[in-house]
């Protein structure tokens, strides 16, 4: 989990290229106005900014910061305004220079990394080095160190959860006989610890602790070959906890007469971004102390500041309005249309061609095809249909027509009540793209139903978006990249995060794990990347979540998930939610819970506690048709709407109001509630 603190609305990279600019002017260089710019913004972010400042004063910003920076404060800076796949690349490419190899940071980088992590290491490198990692480590390094560098960066390991007991206990066997002999039997360790997953190589340093009474870490002894022994207590404490190893780590580089701020500065700036929440967490558990405290005593000046700007927790953890809408295919909309005034000619109807293409076709598609069908026969396709026999039949084809057709007008009214309320930002409560999230950064789903879709004027401010469980069902991860920010710079994805606006906090958090169906669902593939062990990830979620609501001292405590933790919608109550996440937010004094799932507009209000339970999901597949029954829950019902719509909200110091739109922009419900005093009312 990222440490780094981004504001909710950062400014635009122009303004900040200017605002560094400004720095560079004068007597000295002014480090805080650069550190309250870099250290708060993210990875594509900051790769807009070099940009857009090389843009605008033609040069380049890291050639600068090279040349008006100095000391360490200037290496954590150039490092830290690298894209971070080709930082890790330079950093091996530097360690492996000269006569003497800093080959603990080349086996930090490596070693800490997963299968799949180094194959993008190694792209990263051959693109930006213009060597392979391969043959430099072949050329540069030697030993029982360079067979288990080239054996670990060469070889495919699996990476989920699963091992074989049985292999277990036989590989700690072989550890228990190798590290007996004489040094070690190096060929025995370099086989193990580079074929086998993380997972297992846990299972089997808990199996030799069991089998021979003394952990596996301390039967690592290589007096001749010191690199070999660190990389292979490094892939051993990396499988059973890559935080805890970065913990360690930091401790070393800090601990005795001076700091070893090389690896100080390496390990902050590479884990900012990934993990290094979490290696705080351990770094106090362990030694007893913050890893924030343990920096300051150990640094000053700028590099202290901009070191400790990447440590603030920003920490945890969709939009309240709409889904995807689809695209279209303009040669099948004209041969629909062809297909439907043929099928319309008939007696009655020739339903089959009907049914197909009106419960396969996206409603975009569906729109240009009722538009094709006027402009090609000169007549609605609305008039065309007819059905004497089923007159039930022949309503839902036209309630799913004009249905398709509101689509259009839907997002434009959604943007004319953006512009009259003068909106700062838009969540996305999940499932950002129906049916199955996208296939990958470069999906053209993204552009065809975000970009494409949310074109008016007010709608270009920053998006929030969480994943949805349709979201799980493609490539999770390409909606979290900072590519697709780099395409469309209002896009924002992450799994659980924070959103500060001063006056509140949005606490958001990936609902899907929770659910136990997802995990046991014989019908859909979910992509679990991220989140395996389930258990360990959503333990982690959990204390996070309530040790940031704990903290937080603002007015209002919003938490935005997927899933409904009250709901009369067709999906009901999530059982998994009531169980672990309503106690934390009924401890913490939770305003609002706001959710999407649901293809519906709803409000219900808790009867024990502040919480209202508010649920956002008619924003483009609705009318269920369906709501069940509230009787056996104790929480009040003020409002349901099964139908398309969405929502606003206007927040201040005392008081915040609440709308919910149809699809017209006509207000439904419109709620109020004040701070001060805790009263409710509906309007």
Known sequence: MSTVKVPAIAPSPRDDAMQIYRAFKGMGCDGAAIINVIAHRDASQRS????????????????????????????????????????????????????????????????????????????????????????????????????????????????????????????????????????????????IFSERSRAHLAAVINAYQQMFKKPLDKAIRNDTHKSFEYALKTIA?????????????????????????TALIRIVVTRAEIDLHYIKAEYRKKFGKTLNDAVHS???????????????DACLYNYVAVRRPGSYDEALVENDAKALHKAAKKFGLEEKTFIQIFSERGRAHLAAVINAYQQMFKKP?????????????????????????????????????????????????GDNFYDKGLKGVNDPAFKESFTNIYTAESLQKQWYSILGNHDYRGDAKAQLSPILRKI????????????????????????????????????????????????????????????????????????????????VGHHGDTVELIQYLLPILKANNVDLYINGHDHCLQHVASRDSPIQYLTSGGGSKAWRGDIKSSENNDDTLKFFYDGQGFMSMKISDKGAVFAFYDIFGNVLHKWKISKDQQLHSAI
């Open 48 to 191: 807009f900014i070099q940009q857009e400042y090389e843009t605008m004063y033609s040069e380049e910003l890291r050639k600068r910061f090279s040349s008006e920076l100095n000391g360490h404060f200037k290496k954590a800076v150039m490092l830290w305004m690298q894209e971070p796949g080709v930082r890790e690349a330079y950093i091996i490419k530097n360690a492996l220079k000269g006569a003497v190899k800093d080959q603990k940071a080349i086996t930090e980088i490596i070693c800490s990394r997963t299968s799949s992590q180094i194959g993008q290491l190694k792209r990263h490198y051959f693109t930006n080095v213009g060597s392979s990692l391969e043959e430099d480590i072949e050329s540069e390094v030697s030993g029982d160190y360079k067979k288990l560098m080239l054996a670990f960066i060469t070889t495919s390991r699996y990476e989920g959860p699963e091992y074989d007991e049985a292999l277990v206990e036989n590989d700690a066997k072989a550890l228990h006989k190798a590290a007996k002999k004489f040094g070690l039997e190096e060929k025995t360790f370099i086989q």
């Open 237 to 261: 404490r990396c499988a059973e906890s890559v935080p805890k190893f970065y913990a360690k780590a930091l401790r070393k580089a800090m601990k005795g007469l001076g700091t070893a701020d």
């Open 488 to 567: 469309d710079s209002k896009w924002l994805c992450l799994r659980s995060f924070i959103l500060n606006t001063e006056i509140a906090e949005f606490f958001f958090v990936d609902t899907t794990p929770f659910l136990d169906k997802y995990f046991t669902e014989p019908d859909h593939n979910y992509d679990w990347r991220g989140v395996e062990p389930r258990g360990t990830y959503l333990a982690n979620l959990l204390k996070d979540l309530e040790l940031a609501l704990r903290n937080s001292t603002a007015k209002w405590k919003f938490v935005v998930g997927h899933h409904a933790i009250r709901s």
């Open 298 to 312: 150990e640094t000053s000046g700028h590099y202290r500041t901009f070191l400790l700007a990447l440590l603030v």
């Open 381 to 429: 396709l609305d008039k065309a249909i007819r059905n004497d026999t089923h007159k039930s039949f022949e309503y839902a084809l036209k309630t799913i027509a004009r249905c398709a057709e509101s689509v259009p007008k839907f997002y434009a009214k959604m943007g004319r009540i953006g512009d009259k309320l003068d909106i700062d930002f838009i969540i996305s409560t």
